[in-house]
Structures are given as structure tokens and as C-alpha cells.
């Protein structure tokens, strides 16, 4: 009995204390993707990975019709002369790939960098939201499984973002 009553008012204390506490949680990932500077952002790293693309494409192109071209040349050349071609092909090939994971890994740098301005700008606007509406805790929304949408606060701070950067120098 005592322990059902320690129980009891156990979680009636811990119910109260959050009463003064306000909790909230937002979606940065959707603010990265969705405000005007991330909007800008996407577009701009779309344009370079479809020029980059393109590029590439020439390149798998031509090193598609030099792998034809020596098959071609099999039965003709002499095996020497053959195996020099691809042995140069294959170079060319392996040249190719390193492009490819270069390039991959420029984009992944620009995203990352581009994403910490758009960070560094959010988080005084989060400190002073959080100010002006004594919020005890901002969360993640990642971390959260389920919460009335009232405690989202992803759209307001979205829209103070929105005023504050409008723009960002590539």
C-alpha cells in the first residue's frame, strides 16, 4: 500500500514540474530543404551536378566507343599493340571512376559547408525564439515519436529565417 501511494505521488510531483516547463520541438532537416536560402542552395548544387553529369556522360561516352573501336581492331592489330590500348583504356577507365568519387565527394563538401551558414544563422534565431517565448527545451523532431503538432515551431522559425537570410554567396 505505501509503495502505491509513494508511486502515486511520485508521478503526480513529476506531472506538476513539467507543468512550468515548455517543450517544443522542430524539423531542421525541412527548414534546410524548405526556406529561401535552402531552396537556393538545392537549385544552385542541382545545377552543378548536372553540368558535372553531363561531363561524365561525354567522357563514359568516349571511353565506351574507344572499348569498341578495340574490340574492332581483335582479330586486325597486332596483341601487343592491342594490349597497349587497353592498357590505356583501362587507365583512362580508372581516371574516370576517381572524377566520379572526387566529384561526389566536392558536392558532399558544398552541402556540408553550405548547410553550417544556414545553421549559424538558425541558431540565434532558435536562442532568441526560445528567449521571447520562455521555452525550457527545443527538441529535435527527429527524436520525438509522437507530439501535438502545437509544439512544432519548425514554420515560425522558418519564416524568421526567411526575413533574416535571403540569400548566400556560392
Known sequence: MKRLLFIFLFFLNFENSLADNKIVYIDVNYILNNSIVGKLI???????????????L????????????????KNIVDKNELQKEINILNEEINKYKKQKIIFKKEIDDKKLKYSKIVLNAINPIISKYVEENSITIVLSKQNIIIAKNNLDITNQIMDLLNIQLTKIDF
Open 42 to 56: 538545392t537549385t544552385h548544387i542541382n545545377k552543378i551536378k548536372e553540368n558535372k553529369n553531363n561531363e561524365l
Open 58 to 73: 561525354l567522357i563514359k561516352k568516349k571511353l565506351s566507343d574507344k572499348e569498341t573501336n578495340i574490340i574492332k581492331k
